[in-house]
């Protein structure tokens, strides 16, 4: 009951039993949830500190939920009021805030390897990376992976779309790199300009075009056109974007009449997704925000290694 490693830095770094061990601990926690009173003792006196240098919504918000209804404290560190903010380094808060013996520090930060440099500082505190820069958010992919299992029941063999702003996605990259490992056939569509190559080499196919990535979806993964990291201009228009990369109902009719709609968040409505289809028939993007919680549960109790004896 416990994960290969004693961080979770990245889905790369995660073996095939690590990834079915978190889902699995994800779906017993789920029920949790759903109780009128929603907390267990499981974590009691551990501490977790969200170390956020981004603004979040859903990633920040979840693993505050997820501590405290497993009982552990929670504690959201606020960048722009603290020594930050008087010129702090990453390194130098890292060490301040571990000689508090935090059980968990879960960091996004706008650098790609700022998790991996916080943990090596942190001993013993387990750092969870919950988004560094372009590089991966590996939370967001088990969440997506848990609500693509609740639907089909299998990833293997499925087709999935992962269409938008892939360069500046590290959404995207966690999702090729665990998606590919567990058996799916993954292919990321957007702008030429909007691709990198490397995409590739993680075992994804590429496309230009909606409807070559659409025919055949089981598994639709819409992605943020990410307007605060681009530097330059990567497509004319949104009117263009949206009318050769966003999803509408024409463009749904190319995959599979089973298939389901993903976003991780925050949707800009009429850019990459026409808001009818946010909130219709083949949408599942609460429930990823709903399992985003179960599978953050999972790895605040897994990486903890509390015992067998504390489990739901
Ligand atoms: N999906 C996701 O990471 O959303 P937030 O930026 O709101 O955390």
Redesign the pocket.
Known sequence: MALSGKHLLGIEELTLGDIDLILKTSRSFREISTRPIKKVPTLRGKSIINLFFE??????SSFEIAAKRLGADAINFSVSTSSVSKGETLIDTGKNLKSMNPDIIAIRHPCAGAPQLLARYCEPTCVVNA?DGLHE?PT?ALLDALTILDHKKRIEGLNVAIIGDITHSR?ARSNVLLLTKLGANVTVCGPPTLIPLEFERYGARVSFHMEEALRGADVIMMLRTQRERQREVFFPSVKEYFTLYGLDARKMKWARRSAIIMH???INRGVEIDPKLAEGEYSVIFEQVTNGVAVRMAVLYLLLGVGEETAP
């Not at 603004?55 to 920040?60: F, G, H, K, N």
């Open positions: 603004p979040s919504t859903r990633t920040r988004g958010h967001q959404v991780p968040g925050p």
